[in-house]
């Protein structure tokens, strides 16, 4: 795992879907230390905490979305990625992009249908080998590769000093009431 600043960069250069791989994240060392301490805390508690950090992934995700005019192909980041970013409710701050949409229907009989999971990847971070069925070059149909991302990475790590100052605060309050 890549090692950037205080917080460590999962990219796509280290996900391999074939064998499983966990999503790209991004972690802190903040939220590691506050999962220890609310790990045993009460019902009400880790309802407050599971509040609080979806709201910080709200913010980011609001922001991602208004970003999404940095992606190298606008228009294409905007029908197929941008619908399916959405902060979800967890022990940490989430934000989940892909899932079940078809960006894509078949063409013709046995022809797969293309979902935005499998797509996403090559949207945010670009794919310089994009080959047909047959094994052909296509070109660049995604942009080129970027290693930090397009929109969703880029305003994270903008974010970066507003999340953990918020996740902070947030956290202290919410330890302040146990």
């Not at 917080?7 to 939220?31: C, K, M, Q, S």
Request: without cysteine; hydrophobic residues 35%.
């Amino acid at each position: 795992m890549a090692q950037r600043g205080k917080y460590n960069v999962r990219t796509i250069d280290t996900l391999d879907p074939t064998l499983g791989a966990a999503p790209i994240t991004v972690t802190f060392p903040e939220v590691k230390d506050f999962q220890k301490q609310i790990k045993f805390a009460e019902n009400d508690v880790k309802k407050e905490a599971r509040n609080a950090n979806k709201d910080i992934a709200d913010r980011v995700v609001q922001l991602a979305r208004r970003n999404s005019w940095m992606a190298y192909h606008p228009r294409q980041y905007e029908a197929l990625v941008r619908p399916t970013i959405r902060a979800v409710q967890g022990t940490t701050p989430k934000i989940k992009t892909g899932g079940g949409k078809i960006v894509r229907r078949p063409r013709y009989r046995g022809d797969p249908s293309v979902k935005a999971t499998e797509v996403w990847p090559a949207v945010e971070f670009g794919s310089s080998r994009t080959v047909d069925s047959l094994g052909r070059r296509t070109g660049d149909k995604f942009g080129p590769r970027r290693k930090g991302g397009w929109v969703l990475f880029p305003t994270i790590r903008i974010m970066q000093p507003w999340i953990r100052g918020e996740y902070t605060k947030r956290m202290e309050k919410i330890l302040k009431g146990i």
